[in-house]
């Protein structure tokens, strides 16, 4: 005889789109507890495959479903017999539907899934060689498009997913690839007021400059917004005087000759100061660096800087600057 579970299960498959509804209601709000995911996750053979359908539906039922699943996708386990199961693509195939009215919640589950490897590498489609990339420009081009400004941000979560699958070495050969260009569109959006967002990018040029001694080149092409991304986080709150801005290209010079809205998040500044530690670990990078007067932006940021985990990383990079062999400047600026 049936459990309550497997009955409540069945009627996801209902004929009946009353009952199929009412159904995947008591679900979603199941999900929202630890017991009611513990009870779940016992009948997930039936239940995953149930909820990955209903996805496909009209918001009125997808809408209950995704949220299921994304609750569902925190725990590791089910993650990954979601991506056995090929939810990744038919997350993708409804995400750019023309009349998908769930995509926050989608791109949310793509978040959960790509935290894992098998996520990861699904996303990226390493395994098709005709279509590999192809999600993640899709992905991409969504998060540029969308407005960043308003409360509705559907998309404003893939910087949580490009930092996902920049972990894994085809992820970063596919963001630094120059002929597709994804990178400086990543990085151009460092530029939204949302924290979210800037997390996300910062993330994912920290991730792609474990890159840095064979792809170097190609992370100095987008220099015009990377360095601005990296450096005005931990520049400080100071104004900049005009004989220290004269040493700098124009976006960062004009950037720094103003009050401007600090970067609050310490974990975006750490990141930030990862990335430069690993571009300068590079002669060619190191003299990038100096280029751009950037061992006089890490001082000044350094002295304002109170956080005690994020003056570490200033330190890591000032010791590395000092020990170096760079030529191109003094060392003494540089914090110690």
């Known amino acids: 005889m049936a459990t309550e579970m497997e009955e ?22 199941l999900t929202g507890s630890v017991e009611g995911l513990q009870s779940l996750a016992n009948y997930s053979n039936s239940l995953l495959p149930a909820l990955s359908r209903l996805i496909t539906l009209p918001k009125e039922v997808s809408e209950a479903a995704a949220e299921a699943l994304v609750n569902l996708s925190q725990n590791s386990s089910l993650a990954e017999a979601m991506v056995r199961l090929g939810l990744v693509k038919t997350t993708m195939d409804v995400l750019y539907k023309p009349d998908c009215g769930i995509a926050q919640l989608l791109v949310m589950l793509l978040v959960n899934l790509t935290q894992l490897d098998a996520g990861a590498i699904a996303v990226l489609q390493i395994e098709d060689e005709k279509v590999r990339g192809l999600y993640v420009m899709k992905l991409v081009r969504s998060f540029c498009r969308t407005t960043h400004e308003s409360d509705d941000d559907a998309f404003e979560h893939v910087g949580s997913i ?5 972990k894994q070495r085809e992820g970063r050969k596919l963001l630094l690839d120059p002929k597709r260009g994804l990178l400086k569109q990543i990085t151009r959006q460092f530029d939204s007021n949302s924290s979210l967002r800037k997390k996300g990018v910062s993330g994912t040029i920290r991730n792609c400059c474990f890159e840095a001694e064979s792809q170097l080149q190609n992370l100095l092409l987008v220099s015009e917004f990377l360095w601005p991304a990296l450096l005005l986080p931990v520049a400080g709150n100071k104004i900049y005087s005009e004989q220290d801005r004269s040493k700098m290209p124009l976006e960062l010079g004009t950037a720094l000759s103003i009050d401007r809205e600090p970067v609050n998040d310490p974990e975006i500044r750490i990141q930030a100061l990862e990335a430069i530690y690993l571009i300068i670990l590079q002669d060619a ?3 990038a660096f100096w280029s751009v007067n950037g061992p006089r932006i890490v001082q000044i940021g350094y002295e304002d800087e109170e956080d005690p985990k994020v003056m570490e990383a200033y330190e890591q990079l000032g010791s590395l600057l000092v ?14």
């Open 8 to 29: 409540l299960i069945s009627f996801l498959s209902s004929p009946s789109p009353q009952i199929t509804k009412a159904a995947v209601d008591i679900v979603r709000g």
């Open 162 to 166: 490009l930092v996902n699958i920049s």
């Open 323 to 336: 020990h170096s062999s760079s030529t191109e400047e003094p060392s003494s600026e540089t914090p110690q």
């Open 285 to 287: 990078g190191r003299r």
